[in-house]
């Protein structure tokens, strides 16, 4: 009779604690203290990425059940829910794509109807794979995970993974990744969570040709600040990612073949006219002759000096190289449009300019100046 009574009080006490909601002021508090003791598990990643949203996998409950119903079910914290849904697992799996099958012989309706993520990976399952991607690369954001010789990097390994997937998509590790944005396409850990991949998240590496608008034009994040020797830039990140400043970049970067052409053209013009003068220099070391064509005054003396000619020279070499470097960087982004604005553009500049170079080159075979040079010589 005593054995009768106390199971049917026990069944009665489930059915109320099953027809009630777990509050989520009390989920909120569980979450808290679970991320307090491990702050890289994916499900506070997810809180995190929640802060300020609505979407039912926002719901506190369902936020501790992503950490609680197969990644770490055996915390302490996780005993309120372990039991009311009847979690047998012992931890360290991924969510599986219907993640109802993680929940035991129960009636909860919460349970049921506020699942975790459908194929979240695991806590230890995101840190394995972060450590191999930056073992295999140093990708930027490897930076952000620390190897602390435990089972778990340190850092939001969530986010660590998704932003080097959303780098290279197409990374053998990235295959939980892709299930976990084909189940839930809105995450923001996914890289169509805001209606286009342009908008927001590294662009991807494609060593192929493509368009698109998100491309690294020379410069990420990290680089605030570069100086060059001839003038100081300031950036946050050259990555276009709207119409307008994919167009604008692809407008800078054909003006700068344009320029790098001129200024190839304009060196060439100097080398002539120093060509010049060093050949009369050759005859009058100290003043230049009326037979070569210049005035004789003694206070006209030689204007260029081997170390200013040599310092010129060393400056318009460093600048047309870092220049025709940095445009042929651009060109192995593969980006389209970005290719055939850097090859426009100096095929554009040798238009304008190219025929001026020639002319030059001709006039300084066939100059009478020189060939007075010469012969006073």
């Known amino acids: 009779m005593k054995t009768s009574l106390y199971f049917k009080s026990k069944i009665l006490f489930l059915s109320i604690v099953a027809a009630q909601n777990y509050p989520d002021a009390n989920a909120t508090a569980d979450i808290t203290l679970l991320c307090e003791s491990m702050p890289f598990m994916a499900g506070c990643s997810v809180m995190t990425a929640c802060s300020g949203k609505s979407d039912a996998f926002c719901k506190p409950f369902s936020i501790l ?166 003038i100081l830039l300031t950036f946050t990140e050259w990555v276009p990612r709207n119409a307008l400043q994919y167009w604008l970049s692809n407008l800078a970067l054909f003006v700068l073949a344009i320029f790098y052409e001129g200024l190839s053209t304009y060196l060439i013009l100097l080398e002539a006219k120093w060509s010049k003068f060093n050949k009369a220099a050759a005859c009058y070391p100290y003043r230049l002759s009326t037979a070569a064509g210049f005035p004789s005054s003694s206070s006209t003396t030689f204007p260029h000096s081997g170390i200013r000619i040599a310092l010129t020279r060393f400056l318009f070499k460093f600048v047309l190289t870092t220049l025709g470097y940095a445009l042929m960087l651009v060109t192995m982004t593969f980006n389209i449009a970005m290719y055939f604005s850097v090859v426009l553009g100096f095929a554009f500049g040798t238009l304008i300019f190219g025929g001026l170079s020639k002319r030059t080159r001709m006039e300084s075979t066939s100059d009478p100046a020189e060939e007075k040079i010469s012969a006073c010589c």
């Open 65 to 230: 059940s992503d950490i609680c119903a197969a990644d770490m079910p055996r915390m302490n914290d996780c005993t309120n829910y372990r039991v009311r849904c009847n979690i047998t697992g012992t931890g360290d799996k991924n969510v599986p794509a219907n993640p109802i099958a993680l929940l035991g012989n129960t009636n909860d309706a919460q349970c049921k109807s506020e699942l975790p993520l459908p194929s979240l990976p695991s806590s230890k399952s995101l840190s394995s794979q972060v450590s191999s991607i930056c073992s295999e690369m140093n990708m930027s954001g490897c930076e952000k995970c620390k190897n602390t010789g435990s089972t778990y990097m340190d850092c939001n390994l969530l986010e660590v993974y998704s932003f080097l997937c959303k780098s290279m998509p197409d990374m053998k590790q990235c295959g939980e990744w892709k299930s976990l944005c084909a189940a839930t396409p809105t995450l923001s850990f996914c890289p169509s969570s805001s209606g286009s991949e342009e908008s927001e998240g590294p662009p991807a590496m494609k060593m192929f040709f493509h368009s698109g608008f998100a491309d690294y034009v020379l410069f990420e994040s990290k680089y605030k600040k570069l100086v060059l020797s001839f």
